[in-house]
């Protein structure tokens, strides 16, 4: 069995930049089918929510970018999916079937003795340090 938790965490992962990209009509820039992927991923999410816990995906796709409200969409979606297994498998092969969003990072450093460090991804650990 699938880890019910892991999967809303992904699929949260996934939604944010479809709907950053959404509010911004900006399906050319990312890719149509990272976005077609997103929009896909969306329509599933809601069909499988009850109505009160659509609001809480209705608030991430308001504000993609609150983890508050990322966290609430990750508690309903994963109690949905801990109740129903076959959605753990459902749901994990349309998570593996969609394109991924280009992330793009930059950094500006000015000055002496700068460090900085970037990362995309999950489970990612970073250690700056001094030996």
């Known amino acids: 069995m699938l880890d019910p938790v892991q999967l809303a965490t992904t699929t949260v992962m996934a ?3 479809y ?5 911004k009509g900006a399906a050319g820039k990312v890719g149509e089918d990272a976005y077609e992927g997103g929009k896909k ?3 599933w ?7 009160n816990d659509t609001k809480a995906l209705d608030r991430v796709a308001a504000d993609p970018v609150n983890a508050d409200k990322q966290a609430a969409l990750r508690v309903s979606l994963s109690e949905v999916l801990a109740a ?5 498998n459902e749901l994990a092969v349309l998570l ?7 992330a793009r990072q930059d950094v500006n450093q ?7 460090a ?9 250690n700056i340090g001094k030996n």
């Open 118 to 126: 970037q990362a995309t991804g999950q489970d990612i650990h970073i």
């Open 15 to 17: 939604l944010s930049p």
């Open 41 to 43: 991923l969306a329509s």
């Open 45 to 51: 999410v809601r069909g499988k929510l009850s109505t």
């Open 96 to 102: 593996q079937s969609m394109p991924k969003f280009a």
């Open 19 to 23: 709907f950053l990209e959404a509010a």
């Open 110 to 116: 000015v000055g002496d003795g700068n460090v900085g």
């Open 84 to 88: 129903n297994p076959a959605l753990q």
